[in-house]
């Protein structure tokens, strides 16, 4: 196989952190940089591949095959993508869907060089209600199961294209839910609500490709909800907290695989949150058309380089050039 020169490109450690209004930003840039840095070794010293990666902090890992590369003085990140692009045969782009970012990402990159999912999976899982909508439509538990009355305790008000959990509340009464959605629509702020599903959240770290999805890993999301003002705050993943042979695992195999049915462009490194209810089992809440910070020392945990595995697969000319 010829030398493939691959760009690796995480969003808020390659430059697009540009300061934040809620003081999340060193906890946000840990992130980004642990999902850049367990790709980045994932390749390194891979004979077949000269890879570049994107920084604007420490260089984290060095090997004969990489080279770290910084945006120029003023360079915005799409001009900095746009042209490492151009120099590079493939490129893997990490950055949020908020306001279309990944999706914006993947046309400036174009299919031919794009590691990561096709344009359709990424416009609907960036729509929190295009996604719930999209999944019940093929008969996938999600949210809207819970619309019925009495179903439901808690309501979620949310941004429609969010991420992490940021700006989510949660709220006790429908009433209280409606009043917080009709002030973010009033401010121009795309959101939704939907029913609060109880349970234990989970997320699914999958490698998703022309077969389908496989589940590599259970993880336990750790969530609190603030008591005076319901803000909902993510505070980490366990890895595999839930082991594959759970017997819960059949059924999360089972959602894992519908979801990859349902939309058939996930490609490569994919998450999916859900809440496992008690009476009803895994209930998807939304999909993560990217890596995600789960995967993280996934490879070693492991024992395989999963950025390698799901690179293979666009390699392949018909997958490298699908819309």
Known sequence: MPTQRVFVYEYLSGGGLTGGEDGDDEELLEQGIAMRDALVADLAGAPDIRLSAATTTAESVRAPNLQW???????????????????????????????GLLACMRKLVGSRRWVGCDSVALRVAGSKLATLEHLDRHGIATPLRFMGAGQASRWVVKPDDGAGGLHTRVHGTLEQAKADLRQRLRQQQAATLEPWV?????????????AGAELLSINAQHIA???DDGALHFRGVRQGAVALDDPRAPALRRLAQDAAQALPGLRGCVGLDLVWHAQRGPVLIEINPRLTTAFA??????????ALEALAGFTDAEMRYAA
């Not at 234990?200 to 490698?207: F, K, T």
């Not at 020392?297 to 999963?306: I, N, P, V």
């Open 297 to 306: 020392g996934l490879s070693q945990r492991l024992g395989r380089r999963l």
């Open 225 to 227: 909800v603030g008591a």
């Open 198 to 210: 109880e349970g234990q959240a989970l997320s699914l770290s999958l490698l998703c490709g022309a």
């Open 69 to 99: 590369v910084r945006p120029r003085e003023g360079e915005s990140p799409h001009d900095f993508v746009c042209r490492q692009a151009a120099a590079h045969d493939l490129c893997w782009v990490v950055a949020p869907e908020t306001a």
